[in-house]
C-alpha cells in the first residue's frame, strides 16, 4: 500500500515539516535522532537541516528513495533503513530525540514500540509525538480509517511510563502537510523527555 501511494511524483504529505516538530525542536538537544514512519523524508530532512544526525526508518522502500533524494536536494545527508515498524527493534540508550509524526500501528505493536522508545532514549532525551485521535474520524480529512489505529493522550501517557510529559494535550488544528492531509484535524501532541538522573 504505502510503496503504491508514495510512487506518485508529487510528495503527497509535502516537503516541509510537520507544524508540532517544527515549533518545539528548539526544546530538543541535538544528536542521533530517529524518525519512525518518516515516508518521504520530510521531517528527517528538516531535523538534518538543524544539525541533527538522522536515521529514518519506514516499511516503503519507495518513500526511503524519495526522502534520499529530498536530502540530496536540500544538501544533506540522512541514513534510512526499510523496516516493518511492528517487528523493528530500537537501539536502547542511542537516541537524543526520536519523533513519531502519523505514526499508525495497531495497539499491540504500538504499545511494543513505546516501550522501546523510552527505553532507546538517552537521559535527557525527547520523544516527540503527534497522532490522530479517534475523533479524526469525524473531520475525515486523513488518517487511518479506523479508531483502533488512532491514539488518546491518556493511552500515551500510559504506554510511554517512564518520560517526563512536557506537553501532552488533544487538539484541534489545521493540518496542512501534503494533499492527504489537508483540513481540520482532531490531534494528540505529546512533547516527553527521558529524566537526566544523577546531574547535579
Known amino acids: 500500500m504505502w510503496d503504491e501511494r508514495y510512487a506518485a511524483d508529487e510528495y503527497v504529505y509535502g516537503t ?12 530538543v538537544p541535538r544528536g542521533r535522532a530517529l524518525c519512525l514512519a518518516e515516508g518521504e523524508g520530510r521531517n528527517a530532512v528538516f531535523l538534518a ?5 538522522v536515521l529514518a ?24 533503513v526499510v523496516a516493518d515498524l511492528a517487528a523493528y527493534s530500537i537501539e536502547p540508550a542511542a537516541w537524543d530525540l526520536i ?10 505493536p504500538r504499545k511494543r514500540l513505546h516501550r522501546d522508545v523510552v527505553a532507546g532514549l538517552r537521559p535527557g532525551g525527547v520523544f516527540i509525538l503527534e497522532a490522530y485521535t479517534p475523533a479524526q474520524l469525524e ?17 500515551l501517557v500510559a504506554e510511554l511510563d517512564g518520560l517526563e510529559f512536557e506537553e501532552a494535550v488533544e487538539r484541534e488544528r489545521d493540518v496542512i502537510e501534503g494533499r492527504l492531509h489537508t ?18
Request: glycine fraction near 12%.
Open 16 to 27: 516541509e515539516p510537520n507544524d508540532f516538530l517544527r515549533a518545539v525542536v528548539a526544546n
Open 49 to 53: 537541516q538543524q544539525g541533527f544526525e
Open 57 to 80: 526508518v519506514d516499511s516503503s522502500a519507495v518513500g526511503l528513495e524519495k526522502a534520499r533524494h529530498l536530502a540530496e536536494d536540500r544538501g544533506v545527508r540522512i541514513e534510512t
Open 99 to 108: 519523533v513519531s509524526i502519523f505514526c499508525h500501528l495497531p495497539p499491540a
Open 139 to 155: 473531520w475525515g480529512t486523513g488518517g487511518p480509517p479506523t479508531a483502533e489505529l488512532m491514539m488518546t493522550r491518556d493511552d
Open 183 to 200: 483540513g481540520r484535524g482532531a490531534v494528540v501532541q505529546i512533547l516527553a523527555r527521558k529524566p537526566s538522573w544523577g546531574r547535579g
